[in-house]
């Protein structure tokens, strides 16, 4: 199954190969078979990376998961620590200043996860949203110049006159 990309590579193609309609600069006669497949091929494709994109905020979930586990089972950890220096005073008081320090370390430290996961996968997601963008304005551009082409040779064919063959441009 080709890309996105590889597929916007050969509309472009497509456009390349197409032959300039007579008078006109930016017009062209293209292959609208060829054309209806590769549109029709995003589309089967653009599922495809929508679901790349959901599995990204899924392992995002995944890792925000795991970092709040870590940070509870490391809050676990300084608790039970505090508990077995509760005889002595002195070290009591000194085991819950670490356990503090451990269990706001490990809120920064699963904050910072959970914030680096949001920013990639937004980065992701706006990746995917710009290939979509992109993707859908080739695509509206592609169908304005099939359009555009077919009203040229609609027209040209209810004037009488041929726009397919360079001997009729010549009369």
Not at 3 to 21: H, P, Q, T, Y
Not at 22 to 47: T, W, Y
Not at 101 to 125: C, M, N, P
């Given at each position: ?49 929508i ?66 996961t949001?920013?990639?996968s ?50």
């Amino acid at each position: 199954m080709k890309s996105i990309e590889e597929l916007l590579g050969e509309l472009e193609a497509v456009m390349d190969r197409a032959k300039s309609v007579p008078f006109s600069s930016d017009k062209c006669i293209v292959d609208s078979e060829e054309l209806n497949r590769i549109v029709e091929d995003i589309r089967i494709n653009l599922p495809q990376e929508i679901r790349q994109a959901k599995a990204i905020v899924a392992e995002r979930s995944t890792i925000v998961a795991d970092a709040n586990k870590e940070a509870q089972d490391i809050l676990n950890k300084a608790q039970e620590r505090a508990k077995a220096l509760l005889n002595q005073e002195a070290i009591y008081k000194e085991a819950k200043e670490k356990a503090e320090k451990l269990l706001a370390a490990s809120e920064e430290q699963a904050s910072e996860i959970l914030r680096g996961t949001f920013v990639y996968s937004d980065s992701i997601l706006l990746q995917t949203e710009d290939t979509v963008n992109q993707n859908l304005e080739t695509i509206r551009q592609a169908r304005k110049n099939l359009r555009e082409a077919a009203r040229e040779k609609a027209a040209a064919a209810k004037s009488g006159r041929r726009t397919d063959t360079p001997a009729d441009d010549e009369e």
